[in-house]
């Protein structure tokens, strides 16, 4: 099968649109990692103020929740990983399968965090809506819950973007022209959700497990 | 004419706006910014206005605060950090390194359009009355107390960075990427080097504002205190933040400027740019140290004494690159066979009026000057003499210097000889006496003052007049070349750089047939005599 066809006219070679491609999405990453970190930095700012206030609020986080989330999106992960193995070997129709497995298990993680935020607003602890807590870590849960909102409703456009493309990928995974096109798309794709997985694990470890320990 | 250039490839109006030909793109963007830089320039006008007499004329003192806001954000924003990058740059990147566009032709398109957007929402936010907080949107004031369009205004600024961040990707991989056979990093030109480090900065410096500006707007809008000391939160870590991404903005606002005057001076010079690694090493060194120096904005913010030393000592390390440019630019000048066309009269005033504007910049990295000087006009002055007297500079001569190029016609040099004299000495004029005043001790963001000081800011304000007539004549003889100028030839000045050997104007493609490199730049001892007379 010829590649002429799936090349844009700036460019030379089916590898160099493939080099363009990964790269321009390492490079978007990179911004990305910036965009999170400046959320995780004041995180650690206002942790290191009110060490007691972070762990307090920490222990009011729906641990298990948060832990069957990290186990849907790593599946996810390895669906993707496995789907790209597929489309490279040809075989659509489990490419297809899987990239439908990592989307479902996408949702589910949108799903479950939805509960978890129904929870949270039942118990007010939603800051600028119905936050009430009192005594002397008040202060300091409302700002770790500020940032736990901020930080996973980010996180959660992230995983809706991604669901997003990972279905366009799917839509297209049988169709049987323009192949090495749809793989260097679809190896973008999942360094892209790689990456949102990735985040996640970062903001597991700042939100659900501090105060656990003892 | 032989064949169809990239204008005439299609007359329709819509194929513009649906082009992702980077060229026709960067004449969109030529076209948003001229508005902008109006909008900013009225702004700036009535401040002068205001400031010709000690009293309250004219404004209001709140009428004034959201007028100086004005003109920052949109000058910062929607005039200098796109200035050269998304028009010079947009046009001249993949022709100088033979590429037949960017790597990411639609997402260029998209970037346009996003800042179209961001823009539209600031001009909305100012035509709804304004906002107050001055272009550093310092918190508590901006989140708890201002009662204008903070909001929408971070709103639109936010949407921008967007554009930004695309446009620094979209450069870094057509760099590493598309370069023509032959074309090795060593063999790059000057700005290519310079734009990449401004690319880097623009991707990795960029988020951080966006993080920042949504940090601030949630406060805003659900009154959740993250910059708010009375739940505990710092309103220092907003400047903290805002700083991180706000000097190396200022780089983004020099380091595109100086890769357009190497091309300048190695032209007009006829001579190779001496140093040629330490100046393209130069523009990353200043890109990497750039984020290490953000705290010396903050001198009196109370921050810690070890904090405001180790600042001041990266502001001097910083300055070392550029530095090492300047005295790079004078040793070219060494010997050459210098040409005072219109666009090296602008690069001489680069390396002029930006070396004012670097050494009083170290000036203010000194902590007891600094702690004297804070939001004095000696700040005012020392920042528009880096961004209007370098940047500003910078961008009218590459304007000049590719403008056959880009339009496929010539100038008249007299007039263009004329507006960059009249630019030079109008630019000194409203600007150093901004450096008595500071010295003096006149506060900036006041609209009245005491009477003393009225004096430097007579001459300020009459200065400001000559350098508006000043901006606004290439508008006039620029566009009467667009009609009326000879046809120009391929290599006018006899440069060297691969965007001179296509047709001017370049066909859609760039080049007819793929260019080969075999050799290193800006070697003049083999160029093309001028064809321009």
């Not at chain 2, 590459?398 to 339009?407: A, E, R, S």
Request: charged fraction near 10%; hydrophobic fraction near 50%.
């Amino acid at each position: 099968m010829s590649d002429s066809q799936d090349i844009a006219e700036h460019l030379a070679t089916s590898a160099q649109r493939d080099e363009v491609l990964e790269l321009g999405m390492w490079t978007f990453l990179s911004t990305e990692v910036l965009l999170f970190g400046g959320l995780i930095l004041s995180y650690f700012v206002y942790r290191h103020a009110d060490p007691q206030a972070f762990l307090a609020a920490g222990r009011e986080t729906r641990i298990v929740i948060g832990t069957v989330n990290t186990a849907l999106l790593l599946t996810s992960s390895f669906c993707v990983a496995a789907a790209l193995q597929a489309a490279e070997q040809g075989a659509r129709r489990a490419t297809r399968t899987l990239l439908g497995i990592a989307i479902l298990l996408g949702l589910g993680f949108l799903g479950l965090k939805g509960v978890e935020y129904l929870g949270e607003y039942r118990e007010h602890l939603v800051p600028g809506v119905n936050f009430a807590r009192t005594g002397q870590d008040a202060h300091g849960i409302e700002l770790f819950f500020i940032f736990y909102f901020i930080a996973t409703l980010l996180h959660g456009v992230h995983v809706v973007a991604g669901i997003g493309v990972l279905a366009v990928f799917a839509a297209m995974a049988t169709a049987t022209t323009a192949r090495s096109r749809y793989i260097a798309g679809l190896r973008t794709a999942a360094l892209y959700w790689h990456f949102v997985d990735l985040v996640w694990i970062f903001l597991f470890a700042l939100i659900y497990l501090p105060g656990r320990s003892s | 004419m032989t064949g169809k250039n990239y204008l005439t490839d299609d007359y329709r109006l819509g194929s513009w706006f649906t082009t992702t030909d980077h060229k026709r793109i960067a004449i969109l963007y030529f076209a948003t910014l001229i508005f902008f830089f109006f909008i900013g320039g009225v702004a700036a006008t009535l401040i002068r206005i205001e400031l010709a007499t000690p009293g309250p004329d004219v404004v209001s003192a709140d009428t004034y605060n959201r007028l100086f806001t004005m003109h920052g954000i949109i000058m910062v924003w929607f005039f200098l950090i796109p200035s050269i990058p998304n028009t010079l740059g947009n046009f001249i990147v993949p022709l100088m390194i033979g590429a037949r566009d960017l790597a990411f032709p639609r997402l260029n398109l998209a970037s346009w359009y996003l800042f179209v957007l961001g823009g539209s929402v600031t001009l909305f936010a100012i035509f709804m009355g304004g906002i107050d907080t001055g272009w550093t949107l310092y918190t508590p004031f901006s989140t708890l107390y201002s009662n204008s369009y903070v909001s929408v205004a971070v709103t639109g600024i936010f949407i921008a960075g967007f554009s930004s961040i695309l446009t620094g990707l979209n450069f870094i991989v057509t760099i590493h990427k598309l370069r023509a056979p032959g074309l090795t990093w060593y063999r790059l030109p000057l700005f290519i080097w310079s734009l990449y480090a401004t690319s880097v900065i623009l991707v990795l410096a960029t988020p951080v504002l966006a993080i920042t500006l949504v940090l601030l707007t949630a406060e805003r809008l659900f009154g959740v205190g993250i910059f708010d000391p009375r739940i505990g939160g710092d309103p220092l870590l907003f400047q903290h933040l805002f700083w991180f991404y706000s000097h190396p903005a200022v780089y983004i606002m020099i380091l595109p400027g100086m890769g357009v005057v190497n091309e300048l001076i190695a032209c007009y010079a006829r001579k190779k740019i001496f140093g040629y690694k330490f100046v393209a090493w130069a523009s990353l060194a200043i890109a990497a140290a750039g984020f290490l120096v953000w705290g010396h904005h903050m001198f009196v913010s109370g921050q810690s004494l070890t904090a405001s030393l180790v600042f001041s000592f990266m502001s001097f390390i910083v300055a070392v690159p550029s530095a090492i440019k300047v005295f790079n630019w004078t040793a070219t000048l060494h010997k050459g066979k210098i040409r005072f066309d219109a666009p090296m009269l602008y690069a001489l005033a680069f390396i002029g009026l930006f070396t004012i504007g670097g050494l009083t910049g170290l000036f203010l990295a000194c902590l007891a000057f600094d702690v004297y000087a804070t939001d004095t006009y000696f700040v005012v002055a020392h920042f528009h003499y880096i961004m209007v007297g370098g940047m500003v500079t910078a961008y009218f001569g590459g304007l000049h210097y590719w403008w056959p190029k880009i339009t496929g016609r010539m100038y008249p040099e007299y007039w263009a000889r004329a507006a960059a004299i009249l630019i030079f000495f109008g630019f000194n004029l409203t600007f150093f006496p901004q450096f008595v005043l500071g010295a003096e001790g006149m506060p900036r963001r006041y609209h009245v003052y005491a009477p003393e000081f009225q004096i430097w800011n007579v001459l300020s304000s009459g200065g400001a007049s000559v350098l508006a007539i000043a901006y606004l004549l290439p508008m006039f003889y620029l566009a009467y070349s667009l009609f009326f100028g000879a046809r120009a030839p391929a290599n006018p000045w006899g440069a060297t750089g691969l965007e001179w050997q296509t047709s001017s104007p370049p066909p859609r493609l760039n080049f007819d047939r793929q260019p080969v490199v075999d050799g290193d730049p800006y070697d003049y001892a083999h160029a093309p005599e001028p064809q321009h007379v």
